[in-house]
């Protein structure tokens, strides 16, 4: 608990929660809106005003699609469905994203880069030069399950694996204990 303790304080006061952002997919048809589901991504250069994140191929894969990039500091309102026990974002948060663009794909595994221009200060990660060993302290932030900037810690249980495909893209797996 001590460590976990250490690692979530040392997060904190780092701010690189502020290096996480969601990403949505806009589609627009004549004269109707829709938003996609929502993926991830982690900001890996800044450039001016310029931000630059890395998420994953199939998040920004759809066809005629737009895309809008969020926050820690996006106030995620929602609003309920008349009728249906399901809450959804109000319209006008969507308002607030950024607009994104996508400047590369790999061909080869699931990885993209995308860009936006942003007026707020976001943290920028380091990428590491070598993979994690297992028992290596690691935590997790992501959006599972529309919990927003969710962080979680844990230890690296195996190393990097090939697990098949994903969306056609050649899978890897470092297995860990976190929760998410």
């Known amino acids: 608990n001590v460590v976990y303790d250490d690692m979530k304080a040392s997060f904190e006061e780092s701010g690189l929660l502020r290096a996480n952002i969601g990403i949505f997919s806009k589609i627009e048809n004549d004269d ?5 589901e929502c993926g991830s991504g982690v900001i890996i250069d800044k450039r001016d005003n310029m931000y630059f994140a890395l998420t994953c191929a199939h998040v920004v894969s759809t066809e005629n699609a737009g895309l809008l990039v969020f926050t820690v500091n996006t106030d995620m309102r929602s609003e309920n469905i008349p009728g249906i026990d399901m809450n959804v974002l109000s319209e006008d948060v969507y308002d607030t994203m950024y607009h994104a663009e996508t400047v590369f794909v790999s061909d080869r595994d699931d990885l993209a880069v995308i860009c936006f221009s942003a007026d707020e200060d976001l943290a920028v ?4 030069d070598a993979d994690p060993d297992q028992g290596d302290m690691i935590m997790c932030i992501g959006n599972p399950q529309q919990e927003w900037f969710s962080v979680s810690y844990g230890k690296v249980t195996s190393g990097i694996e090939r697990a098949g495909e994903t969306h056609g893209f050649p899978s890897y797996v470092m297995k860990h204990n976190a929760y998410m």
């Open 32 to 36: 109707s809106v829709s938003y996609g």
């Open 125 to 128: 990660i380091e990428l590491a």
